[in-house]
């Protein structure tokens, strides 16, 4: 049971803009920072998104970061067949579960 | 550019202890934070804990303490996390991360009889 909560698929056309929620609480995405990372199968994963809303050098700008009270959201534009993978979403996190917390994840398909 | 580079997969018997390695390269590693990160198999990310070696200071999740150590040798540059009491529900691929960026290649960790 993941701490913030996403769904667990999502899909899209090449071309199209999907975007992908994750919700927390005040103690998490209220109050602190927001990380994305993709995974491709069988890979570690790669940061697409720091401090909610920056790029990491490399990270086409189709990829973007906001955020909204206790949820955030990443939203992919232009989508391309290269964009399939496991999404996930990271928050510092004030409890006792830790100073990080994850979301379950978000398998995106590209119809 | 960071790299880290992980020790190879480990099969342990449950109740045993399994301890990983993770060296980096290409940066200062007093400027480092290696946090180690779990995967099961099919599952999302959950996080073990992490250390600041220029302080020799680790933090780890409440789900671990008292089964989880991680230590740093500055004198190598590796990192390890070393989880004892191992059971079937810690097999997982674990990876070590510094900051947010950059990433070891993850080492799995199968435990069973």
């Known amino acids: 049971q993941s701490v913030l909560t996403q769904p667990p698929s999502a899909s899209g056309t090449p071309g199209q803009r999907v975007t992908i929620s994750c919700s927390g609480s005040?103690?998490?995405?209220?109050?602190?920072?927001v990380y994305w990372f993709q995974q491709l199968p069988g890979t570690a994963p790669k940061l697409l998104i720091y401090?909610?809303?920056q790029r990491p050098s490399g990270v086409p700008d189709r990829f973007s970061g906001s955020k909204s009270g206790s949820s955030a959201s990443l939203a992919i534009s232009g989508l391309r067949s290269e964009d399939e993978a496991d999404y996930f979403c990271?928050?510092?996190?004030?409890?006792?579960?830790?100073?990080?917390?994850f979301g379950g994840g978000t398998k995106l398909t590209v119809l | 550019q960071v790299q880290l580079v992980q020790s190879g997969a480990e099969v342990k018997k449950p109740g045993s202890s399994v301890k990983v390695s993770c060296k980096a390269s290409?940066?200062?590693?007093?400027?480092?934070?290696i946090t180690w990160v779990r995967q099961a198999p099919g599952q999302g990310l959950e996080w073990v804990g992490r250390?600041?070696?220029?302080?020799?200071?680790?933090n780890y999740a409440q789900k671990f303490q008292g089964r989880v150590k991680i230590t740093a040798d500055k004198s190598t540059s590796t990192a390890y996390m070393e989880l004892s009491s191992l059971r079937s529900e810690d097999t997982a691929v674990y990876y070590c991360?510094?900051?947010?960026?950059?990433w070891g290649q993850g080492t799995l960790v199968t435990v069973s009889s």
């Open positions: 290409g940066g200062t590693f007093n400027s480092y934070t």
């Open positions: 005040s103690s998490n995405i209220g109050s602190n920072s």
């Open positions: 991360r510094d900051g947010f960026e950059y």
């Open positions: 401090r909610t809303n």
């Open positions: 250390i600041i070696p220029v302080l020799a200071r680790s």
């Open positions: 990271a928050a510092w996190s004030d409890s006792l579960n830790g100073p990080e917390v």
